[in-house]
């Protein structure tokens, strides 16, 4: 069965303080990971889309890698602005979504 | 801008009552889809639709329909069958790249 998992549930930062999100997936024949931004009470924003392992993405304070099994989300020096929740998906039979991690960056 | 425009942003049922969603698209993409999102559970596909006039079901249809009669519109319509409704429903188009632009969301509440 495809199955994507997240962790930790929840995180909650100082400004500033570094950290890294993870994914890990079971889908049988990969076909992309791609990580998304939620903020409360909206839908998702796209933020990456990775295809091999060892690739790696960067937007802003956000870098996304990649390796066989698992991805990572890593926010350098992050600020209270990037509080939200980061979902990661993966095809599957259908598209599947993980139960995201809820960001919290104390100022 | 293009985009997805949802509507309403909140609405109330009755027990025994059918509700219609709206979800409407501007970025005259071929695919959209209705996910439903529950606290602490990932985005759960309800129905999807690859082109006009035909539609397939997700893991959770039961008690749920649709219909995609224009390329730009895929109401869902939320049926007296579906037990426990309350939830955040999310529409959601894309060229087929699996990259995903989404609307804003419905809140649906059962009172």
């Known amino acids: 069965e495809d199955q994507v998992t997240q962790s930790p549930e929840a995180l909650r930062l100082q400004e500033g303080e570094s950290s890294s999100l993870n994914c890990s997936y079971t889908v049988s024949g990969l076909r992309g990971l791609f990580w998304y931004r939620q903020d409360p009470g909206k839908g998702p924003e796209f933020l990456f889309t990775?295809?091999?392992a060892g690739e790696e993405k960067e937007k802003e304070r956000l870098k996304a890698t990649l390796t066989k099994k698992e991805s990572f989300l890593h926010i350098t020096a992050p600020k209270p602005e990037d509080s939200a929740t980061y979902l990661c998906?993966?095809?599957?039979?259908?598209?599947?979504f993980g139960p995201g991690t809820r960001l919290s960056v104390l100022p | 801008d293009g985009g997805i425009t949802q509507s309403p942003k909140y609405l109330f049922r009755k027990e025994g009552q059918n509700v219609t969603l709206s979800c409407e698209q501007n970025l005259n993409h071929d695919a959209m889809y209705w996910y439903r999102q529950d606290p602490g559970q990932g985005l759960r596909l309800i129905y999807y639709s690859q082109i006009v006039n035909d539609f397939q079901k997700g893991d959770i249809a039961e008690g749920y329909s649709v219909s995609r009669e224009k390329k730009e519109s895929f109401p869902l319509t939320v049926t007296s069958a579906q037990k426990n409704p309350t939830a955040f429903y999310l529409c959601?188009?894309?060229?087929?790249?699996?990259?995903?632009?989404f609307g804003s969301g419905t809140r649906l509440t059962v009172v």
């Open positions: 998906a993966a095809p599957g039979q259908n598209f599947v």
């Open positions: 990775l295809y091999s």
């Open positions: 959601a188009s894309s060229i087929g790249s699996g990259t995903y632009t």
